[in-house]
């Protein structure tokens, strides 16, 4: 994952290059391959190398067109590069094929704004264009590229993270309370504002346009279904996802160094290697596939090795334990990463951190995971209401007989009712909850909810997303609350700094629009080993019976109980002793005298603890305030 940045001085006085430097210099991890600058006048851009791809390796950015002037940054993978290159006339250009910046910069000088639409993958990019004298930038669709901005009647910032533009001296770092709220509600549906004031995101799937007179900001992607996908034989749908996968992972392959996945024995993972192996196995000269995994001894019930060895002995790959019975929550507090453009709220962080590391050891340069297949699959809770919408009562009545010594016959009638409830029964019967079992957003200040009208912000998500359709409302929400694209650029910087990427397969456009419009009852069905059945089905015969039909997930939770209930007693206990967060008035000191942090607190009390350290931790190391 490479960096870029850009500054356009709209009252048209002359960009230094030194701040283009400084803001390079905030994040030098992203400079794997070194970085390198353009300035003219009122513009500036900068970008920081790190050579994936075997198509760029030595490529420099910023990329200039003498014929139109334009000037191009970007971190891009495309996974369409046949079909743009016919597309632009250039594929029997017998000139060595351009790089996937190329192939980008050569869209937008055809097609202008209209390019994004027209790529495939995982991209975030800005141009100046020097005859409208505007700078164009646009992020993909899934947000796997960062891009942030800053922008005021006299100056317009973009970068690839907030801790590029926080390093300008016209940004001021100053708290956006109204984030902060939404963080301690676990609330992710704003897509847009981020920790500080006046500093947003580009929602993902949109682009925005920069001009001395105006700003425009545009969807042009929303990954809503335009027709339903039925298929006659049910084994269809597991056919078409199995050949999805198999693409998403083949498109992640093209790299100049060898390959790893993050193994652990769940359906995730083990369904990307399997695929990755039979890839690699029919690529010439292709480099060894290595699984890493996580190991326990003494945490018995977070080992998943009777799952992960049979998979590699059928796959025959290479194999690699990293130990975390000692990697609990908050060890080597000092240590602890905290991030100052996103709180970071991994409980175990230590866990990645180890497989990094292991991989790192191992020359890798890409890193497959599993990430984002649970959001892939959560669409099955709606197969009740789906069944419904579209009349199939008898299907509905047999699946319920099947499974009726399983059901949770309570929360199925919920789920069936669920999306034609309106917004405010929706809101009040949350709250009701929230009251009786001690829900994430319990312990928030009330005064801050108020303050910065916490309620009207969740209504008008809601009127936002009226017009999804209702059945797949919650998943369509659920794809990017489950896994916030604003996080990536602060974890990836992370692998950056091991001469590595990391890249989720299922965080795949095709995956996400086929999965929308295929019926819910399609993704998962109720019962033992039902859950999950397109993903199933998609796996029978790439991978052992006893991995494919697995009956649940592991869980690391006890990793988290040891840690800031026995291991680091102490450690929450100081974080605890006269918080910043409670001083700010974001977090209810009382909430903390009535549940002190002891091993009896419920799991909903133990994730709003959680989330108050990570708060109290990131206003500590960054000293941050309101003003």
């Given at each position: 994952?490479?960096?870029?940045?850009?500054?356009?001085?709209?009252?048209?006085?002359?960009?230094?290059?030194?701040?283009?430097?400084?803001?390079?210099?905030?994040?030098?991890e992203?400079?794997?391959?070194?970085?390198?600058?353009?300035?003219?006048?009122?513009v500036?851009?900068?970008r920081?190398?790190f050579?994936v791809?075997?198509?760029?390796?030595?490529?420099?950015?910023?990329?200039?067109?003498?014929?139109?002037g334009?000037?191009?940054?970007?971190?891009?993978?495309?996974?369409?590069?046949?079909?743009?290159a016919?597309?632009?006339?250039?594929?029997?250009?017998?000139?060595?094929?351009?790089?996937?910046?190329g192939?980008?910069?050569?869209?937008y000088?055809?097609?202008?704004?209209?390019?994004?639409?027209?790529?495939?993958?995982?991209?975030a990019?800005?141009?100046?264009?020097?005859r409208?004298?505007?700078?164009?930038?646009?992020?993909?669709?899934?947000?796997?590229?960062?891009?942030?901005?800053f922008?005021?009647?006299?100056?317009?910032?973009?970068?690839?993270s907030?801790?590029?533009l926080?390093?300008?001296?016209?940004?001021?770092?100053?708290?956006?309370?109204?984030?902060?709220?939404?963080?301690?509600?676990?609330?992710?549906?704003?897509q847009?504002?981020?920790?500080?004031?006046d500093?947003y995101?580009?929602?993902?799937?949109?682009?925005?346009?920069?001009?001395?007179?105006?700003?425009?900001?545009?969807?042009?992607?929303?990954?809503?279904?335009?027709?339903?996908?039925?298929?006659r034989?049910?084994?269809a749908?597991?056919?078409?996802?199995?050949?999805?996968?198999?693409?998403?992972?083949?498109?992640?392959?093209r790299?100049?160094?060898?390959?790893?996945?993050?193994?652990?024995?769940?359906?995730?993972?083990?369904?990307?290697?399997?695929?990755?192996a039979?890839l690699?196995?029919d690529?010439?000269?292709?480099?060894?596939?290595?699984?890493?995994?996580y190991?326990?001894?003494?945490?018995?019930e977070?080992?998943?090795?009777?799952?992960?060895?049979p998979?590699?002995?059928r796959?025959?790959?290479?194999s690699r334990?990293?130990?975390?019975?000692?990697l609990?929550?908050?060890?080597?507090?000092d240590?602890w990463?905290?991030?100052?453009?996103?709180?970071?709220?991994?409980?175990?962080?230590?866990?990645?951190q180890?497989?990094?590391?292991?991989?790192?050891?191992?020359?890798?340069?890409?890193?497959?995971?599993?990430?984002?297949?649970?959001?892939?699959m959560?669409?099955?809770?709606?197969?009740t209401?789906?069944?419904?919408?579209?009349?199939?009562?008898?299907?509905?009545?047999?699946?319920?007989?099947?499974?009726?010594?399983?059901?949770?016959?309570?929360?199925?009638?919920?789920?069936?009712?669920?999306?034609?409830?309106?917004?405010?029964?929706?809101?009040?019967?949350?709250?009701?909850?929230?009251?009786r079992?001690?829900?994430?957003?319990?312990?928030?200040?009330?005064a801050?909810?108020?303050?910065v009208?916490?309620?009207?912000?969740?209504?008008?998500?809601?009127?936002?997303?009226?017009?999804?359709?209702?059945?797949?409302?919650?998943?369509y929400r659920?794809?990017?609350?489950?896994?916030p694209a604003?996080?990536?650029?602060?974890?990836?910087?992370q692998?950056?700094?091991?001469?590595?990427e990391?890249?989720?397969p299922?965080?795949?456009?095709?995956?996400?629009?086929?999965?929308?419009?295929?019926?819910?009852?399609?993704?998962?069905?109720?019962?033992?080993?039902?859950?999950?059945?397109?993903?199933?089905?998609?796996m029978?015969?790439?991978?052992?019976?006893?991995?494919?039909?697995?009956?649940r997930?592991?869980?690391?939770?006890?990793?988290?109980?040891?840690g800031?209930?026995?291991?680091?007693?102490?450690?929450?206990?100081?974080?605890l002793?006269?918080?910043?967060m409670?001083?700010?008035?974001?977090?209810?000191g009382?909430?903390?005298a009535?549940?002190?942090?002891?091993?009896?607190l419920?799991e909903?009390?133990?994730?709003?603890?959680?989330?108050?350290?990570?708060?109290?931790?990131?206003?500590?190391?960054?000293?941050l305030?309101?003003?």
């Amino acid at each position: 994952m490479s960096a870029f940045v850009a500054v356009f001085n709209r009252d048209g006085r002359p960009v230094e290059a030194e701040v283009i430097e400084q803001m390079l210099d905030a994040t030098p991890e992203y400079a794997v391959h070194g970085q390198s600058r353009w300035v003219d006048r009122q513009v500036g851009l900068g970008r920081q190398h790190f050579w994936v791809l075997p198509e760029e390796v030595g490529e420099v950015q910023p990329l200039f067109d003498p014929d139109s002037g334009c000037v191009l940054v970007a971190d891009v993978r495309l996974d369409n590069r046949g079909e743009l290159a016919q597309a632009l006339g250039l594929r029997n250009n017998p000139a060595p094929p351009l790089t996937d910046s190329g192939l980008l910069f050569a869209a937008y000088r055809r097609w202008g704004a209209g390019c994004a639409g027209r790529l495939l993958g995982d991209f975030a990019f800005a141009v100046w264009d020097p005859r409208p004298r505007t700078l164009f930038a646009a992020r993909d669709p899934m947000g796997s590229r960062g891009l942030s901005y800053f922008v005021t009647d006299a100056v317009a910032l973009l970068a690839s993270s907030v801790e590029h533009l926080l390093a300008h001296p016209m940004v001021v770092p100053r708290i956006n309370e109204a984030k902060v709220a939404e963080y301690l509600a676990v609330e992710w549906s704003n897509q847009e504002e981020t920790f500080f004031q006046d500093v947003y995101d580009l929602p993902p799937g949109h682009w925005l346009m920069i001009s001395p007179e105006r700003i425009e900001r545009r969807e042009y992607c929303d990954l809503l279904p335009r027709a339903p996908i039925r298929y006659r034989d049910p084994a269809a749908y597991a056919d078409r996802f199995r050949e999805l996968v198999t693409e998403a992972v083949r498109c992640r392959l093209r790299a100049t160094g060898r390959i790893g996945v993050s193994l652990s024995g769940g359906l995730d993972s083990t369904f990307l290697a399997a695929v990755a192996a039979r890839l690699i196995t029919d690529r010439p000269a292709a480099p060894d596939l290595t699984g890493y995994s996580y190991a326990f001894e003494r945490h018995v019930e977070c080992d998943e090795r009777q799952y992960i060895e049979p998979l590699v002995a059928r796959l025959g790959i290479k194999s690699r334990y990293v130990w975390c019975d000692d990697l609990w929550t908050f060890r080597e507090i000092d240590r602890w990463p905290v991030y100052r453009d996103f709180i970071f709220w991994d409980a175990y962080a230590w866990l990645p951190q180890a497989v990094r590391e292991a991989a790192h050891r191992d020359d890798c340069r890409v890193l497959l995971g599993g990430y984002y297949g649970d959001s892939l699959m959560a669409g099955e809770w709606a197969w009740t209401s789906t069944l419904l919408a579209e009349g199939r009562i008898a299907g509905l009545l047999r699946e319920l007989w099947v499974a009726r010594r399983e059901l949770d016959w309570r929360a199925e009638a919920l789920n069936a009712l669920r999306p034609w409830t309106p917004g405010w029964f929706r809101r009040t019967w949350r709250a009701m909850r929230s009251g009786r079992r001690g829900m994430a957003c319990h312990g928030l200040a009330p005064a801050l909810a108020k303050r910065v009208n916490l309620e009207a912000r969740r209504a008008s998500y809601e009127r936002q997303a009226a017009s999804v359709p209702p059945t797949i409302r919650r998943f369509y929400r659920s794809l990017w609350t489950n896994l916030p694209a604003q996080g990536v650029a602060s974890v990836q910087r992370q692998y950056n700094r091991l001469g590595m990427e990391l890249l989720s397969p299922y965080a795949d456009r095709r995956l996400v629009e086929f999965v929308l419009a295929i019926p819910a009852d399609r993704l998962g069905k109720p019962g033992s080993g039902r859950n999950r059945w397109l993903q199933r089905e998609a796996m029978r015969g790439l991978a052992p019976e006893l991995v494919r039909l697995r009956p649940r997930k592991t869980t690391f939770y006890p990793l988290m109980r040891e840690g800031l209930f026995e291991k680091e007693c102490a450690t929450v206990a100081e974080l605890l002793q006269n918080p910043r967060m409670v001083a700010l008035g974001y977090v209810d000191g009382a909430w903390f005298a009535r549940r002190p942090p002891t091993a009896a607190l419920a799991e909903g009390e133990v994730l709003f603890l959680w989330l108050c350290l990570s708060l109290e931790l990131w206003l500590r190391r960054y000293g941050l305030s309101r003003t």
